[in-house]
């Protein structure tokens, strides 16, 4: 079994001197590049829903989620600074690197996850507040700590980690949550199993090192190209059931067809991709890089079709 390749993190490198840290280093504790996936469909959530926010205070529902969303990811870089030194696409983050004390990574993310969710449910409604308190939660407590270290399925379950801004940028202006949000939290849940699972695919060896047991890890890269190809199935009934339950119209079905009918193609080429030219981009990674401008697509249809033709 492949499984015997998950290693042990008792033996981790002792994490070099800090050194003063500055602002980029805060920022990068955010995760900027995953914010902005985050921030846009937080943002189509909200931009989607029935009603009407003060410009002012819809601002003010985006930048909660922005930093309800860098909280996590601060959280998530201090409890796994010592995993992260072992991996070489993390190794150069503030903590691992030594720019920052853990200390101050803690304080950081805790400071900013409350001030988000107060913020939030002062400037909009306690129910919004409670979604994004409970979306930071669920990535820190039983993604990071519970999850990701112990099983395989870390991912699938974890997956409803980054589903939540729809959610909350719609109640944001509702006070509610509706169907149409279901189905979008729906969409990045299914969405989140094959885009996560290729990027493990060609950093499969970092994971090991750092004793993760991600799929590639504990269970093969054979098993895992399957996995993707289950899920992109599983993850295209949820990208149409919004306009087959007719909460949205043609132009985000079409989008959605076309969008999805590409991923299943480089998800079948992964599923049976055999090593070949190594100069040659491998499919798992045109895959990862197509399922970020396949989410960006569809969520901005479903806002282009309400706006353009509303149902």
Sequence with gaps: MASAAVTGIGDRPALPAHLPADWRDLLALTKPRV????????????????????????FTAILCITLGAGAAGALNQWYEADRDALMKRTARRPLPDGRMHKQ???????GLGVFSVLLMGVATNWLAAAILAVSILFYVVVYTIWLKPRTAQNIVIGGAAGAFPPLIGWAAV??????????????IFFWTPPHFWALSLFVRMDYANAGIPMLPVVAGEVATRRQILLYTAIMGVA???????????????????????????????????RESDPARMKPEKRLFKYSIL???????????DRWMLPV
Excluded at 35 to 58: D, E, I, M, Q, S
Excluded at 104 to 110: D, P, S
Excluded at 177 to 187: E, G, N, S, W
Excluded at 294 to 304: E, K, P, Q
């Design 35 to 58: 914010l902005t996936l985050v921030v846009f469909t937080g943002l189509c959530g909200l931009l989607v829903a029935p009603g009407h926010l003060h410009p002012v205070l819809a």
């Design 104 to 110: 101050t990574a803690l304080h950081f993310g805790v």
């Design 174 to 187: 509702t006070g509610d949550v509706a169907a149409l949000p279901i189905a979008l939290f729906a969409l």
């Design 239 to 273: 990208a149409l059931a919004p306009v087959l339950l007719q909460l949205t119209g043609p132009i985000y079905g079409l989008t959605a067809l076309v969008g999805t009918a590409i991923f299943a193609v480089m998800a079948l080429q992964v599923s049976f991709h």
């Design 294 to 304: 396949y989410l960006f697509l569809l969520f901005g249809a479903v806002v282009v």
